[in-house]
């Protein structure tokens, strides 16, 4: 992901937020459900044996044999997640493209292809500012398991009022790379799995968002339905710039923009960046529960793109506090650059030791930057930090009783707000207790 200042990224995701927002004003069933009506829809794409769309660092591998003579169909996707078969057929041809006309209109569609041995699938995402023609992703095997991952998150969503629920189309195709796409395909692992384990951390995510939200009485729509939207949105482009993209440039680039958007999914002016950094937290601990069936490929997969979603939301909240503080703009090009190291350093790990050792160094920057800022000692920042510990403890304990989205947020919201008068206490003697408190305490759970 490109490193962004704090005004170049602020600039950024409002100008990214405003142009998805606009498109999910025009979207067609903007919860995801079935919009059927006497218009007809022509879905367009390629199919290809590609092992993956992106790997871990989101990188598109053009390398692939396209697949021709092969049989497309298109299914509708009901709200439980059952595909429902529409009697539309098309053949690719010598490129691996095909051309497939529905005569009805729907949020989303399963297209899979067939040839002999071969299949693959890919969802494609409809809205009514597509018009008649939508351009869809290259199939590849990352994208058979995306629609395999996303049929599984629906079913488990059905008594969501929202019909994708908590895990959109978007959340997958962040979380799904290729060693997750192969690790189904050997069957190391299950889509019902893998699902479970998002919803687990997305649902939490936005429970502790919506809670924080409500407790700070702030108005307008809960942000979890403006980060379902957000990211109902940014799916939209990454499929329009992927179906586009003819290098691996573009469609490298069409990943970063769509990362960055995912990270950037919430309303600021109603959720502030140390809200959003909480509630990152809060999902990826509750993610983490539910990742130790999983296998260890996959497991690291999930746990690493979870970290880096938090990790990034909590430098920019670290930054955001330093800025608000007055901190010099020497202060905060430092900060930025640890970032900037931070996330080299996770998209580069290979293992749960390389993440913890990214996060250390990480940590230790910023306690540096926060000691000279406040003119104390980082052995007094850690004293501070450990008066968090009986804050900690008693979120273990809550956390070990807790079966819904709802407790662990709850228990979370509790966490944050002991720990950070906790630290507070510790730092009266400085001149910026405040500063000292917010910073610190969201560098406890990572």
Sequence with gaps: MRTLSLLHYRKHTSAVLTLLMLGVLALAGCDGSVDANDTSVTYRGRVTTESQTSNSLHRLQQTAEVVADAEVRAYLITDDGTSVETGAVSTTDASGTYSLTLDQEASFVLLTASKGSFSSQVVAYRQSSDGDIVDVAPMTAETDAEAEVYLEARKQASTDDDAEGAVTLADVALYVDASVAADLAANSTTAAEIAAALRAGREAEEAYADEAAEDEGTTGDAPSKDRREAARAAYAVLQARLAAATTAEAATDAYLEFEEAMIALYDESRTNLAIQAQARQTGRVAMERETASLSADTRFALEQEAALEAAVTTAMAIEDAFEASGAGSARLTALA????????????????????????????????????????????????RSAASTARTSLQAALSTAVTAQAIAQAHLSYFAAATSAIASSLEASSNASLGAEVLVLLTLQ
């Design 337 to 384: 650059n640890a970032r900037a190291a931070l996330l080299t350093d996770l998209r580069a790990a290979t293992s749960f030791d390389a993440l913890a050792e990214a996060q250390a160094a990480y940590e230790s920057a910023v306690e540096s930057e926060l000691a000279a800022e406040l003119n104390v000692s980082v052995s007094l920042l850690n004293t501070a």
